[in-house]
């Protein structure tokens, strides 16, 4: 059901401050520009860290669903991985029919492509994001 990790989201605080210690864990040119997606709440920046990326995501608005994670982890954390997946709603469908529910309606992402999350309660915890693979260049 799910394909090739394409990102692990670490929340931060933060995306501009955090930029220095990725620099220096990962290289200079390891890390991407920030960029904000107003429609999803959040301010993101891509690292490559090799097989794949870090998403580093900061609260954008005063309605980001990153709020409440913040508020119980003031520094940051571990957030989401996402896997890509063919098709999203089809997905979507496969996963209702174990009983795992979707949070939202698919949306375009950080990549340009549709993604859709699924609640951690109904993943061992983990809050899983499925992605369609970005178009080449994103
Ligand atoms: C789309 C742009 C970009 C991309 O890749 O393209 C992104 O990835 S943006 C990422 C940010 N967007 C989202 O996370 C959207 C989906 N998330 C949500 O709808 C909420 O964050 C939600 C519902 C997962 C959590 O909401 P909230 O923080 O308000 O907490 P709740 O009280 O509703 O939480 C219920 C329950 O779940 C546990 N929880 C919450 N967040 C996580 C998490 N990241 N990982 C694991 N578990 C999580 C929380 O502790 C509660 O547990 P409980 O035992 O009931 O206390
Ligand atoms: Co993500």
């Known amino acids: 059901m799910l394909g090739r990790l394409n990102h692990v989201g670490v929340a ?3 995306v501009d401050a ?12 390891a890390v991407g520009a920030p960029f ?9 920046c891509f690292v490559s860290a090799g097989n794949t990326e870090i ?6 608005g005063a309605d980001s669903p ?8 003031p520094a940051g954390g571990q957030h989401h991985v996402a896997y890509e997946v063919p098709d999203v709603e089809a997905a979507r469908d496969a996963f209702a029919g174990l009983g795992v529910r979707a949070l939202g309606e698919p949306r375009p992402g950080a990549h340009g492509s549709l993604v859709l999350f699924l609640h951690p309660k109904d993943m061992g915890g983990v809050l899983v ?3 369609e693979p970005p178009a080449a260049g994103h």
């Open 36 to 44: 904000d997606l107003e429609p999803q709440g959040v301010r993101v």
């Open 129 to 131: 994001e499925l992605m």
């Open 55 to 60: 998403e580093l995501i900061a609260p954008l």
């Open 12 to 14: 931060v605080p933060s």
């Open 18 to 29: 955090a930029l220095g210690r990725y620099r220096a864990l990962f290289g200079t040119d």
């Open 66 to 73: 990153l709020r409440g994670f913040l508020e119980r982890n």
